[in-house]
């Protein structure tokens, strides 16, 4: 099994609402990561289909999938084909647009979400691997450009307190509970960036633990 892969679960692919495990699964999950990133709903987001996304994305529900994971749904949930209606009742503007080019994260099933509130913005771009998996190539938030090796989990954190204490501590947690393949720093005005791309899925009791012990975490 591949890196890609870190369950045969995720080649089964997950319980879902939708026809296809890649094409709505998958972005009910690239919604949901858009979500995570931005630290909830978004107010305006704009979805740019690249290669078979864009040429299937009506007759497969990938646009009521994205709104979805946009909105927080899980991929069961009963919701999701509504949620194009239901983030519009919301006041929610969601715009899907067609791309003729090819994927700029290099994979047919692409979809990138431009998302903003405001000032707030941030963009997450993702493609559908399979089985309901994806993969997230590249970031942007606080205005910096971020590329992860791709694959889930990966964790970001906001420093805002710019102590490298702080780092350090969640380093040592993670190298014991959640061994990561690549660590990366970005310096911004507001606050230090610390990414890390995770080699295992994350159990639900150390979600718990980072939640608790470090404000701003993200984890996709």
């Known amino acids: 099994m591949t890196n890609r892969y870190k369950s045969v679960f995720d080649i089964i692919g997950p319980v879902m609402v939708g026809p296809s495990s890649s094409h709505t699964a998958g972005a009910v999950a690239i919604g949901r990561a858009g979500n995570k990133l931005f630290g909830g ?11 078979s996304f864009a040429q299937t994305h009506r007759g497969h529900g990938t646009d009521y999938a994205i709104a979805a994971g946009i909105l927080g749904f899980d991929t069961d949930d009963l919701r999701v084909p509504n949620a194009p209606e239901i983030a519009k009742k919301r006041g929610i503007d969601i715009r899907f647009v067609e791309e003729d080019g090819p994927s700029p994260i290099d994979h047919p099933n692409t979809a990138i979400l431009d998302m903003s509130s405001g000032t707030k913005k941030a ?25 992860p090796t791709g694959s889930l989990p990966i964790i970001i954190w906001l420093d805002y307190e710019k102590e490298i204490l702080n780092e350090q501590n969640l380093t040592s947690l993670l190298q014991e509970k959640a061994p990561f393949s690549k660590k990366r720093i970005f310096h911004t005005k507001d606050c230090n960036i610390y990414e890390y791309d995770v080699e295992n899925y994350l ?18």
């Open 41 to 51: 709903i978004s107010r305006k987001v704009t979805v740019h289909y690249y290669g």
């Open 123 to 147: 963009q997450i771009s993702g493609c559908s691997i399979g089985g309901g998996s994806i993969e997230i190539r590249h970031l942007v938030i606080h205005d910096t450009e971020i590329t």
């Open 203 to 220: 159990k639900p009791a150390l979600v718990k633990e980072l939640k608790e012990k470090f404000e701003n975490i993200i984890w996709l």
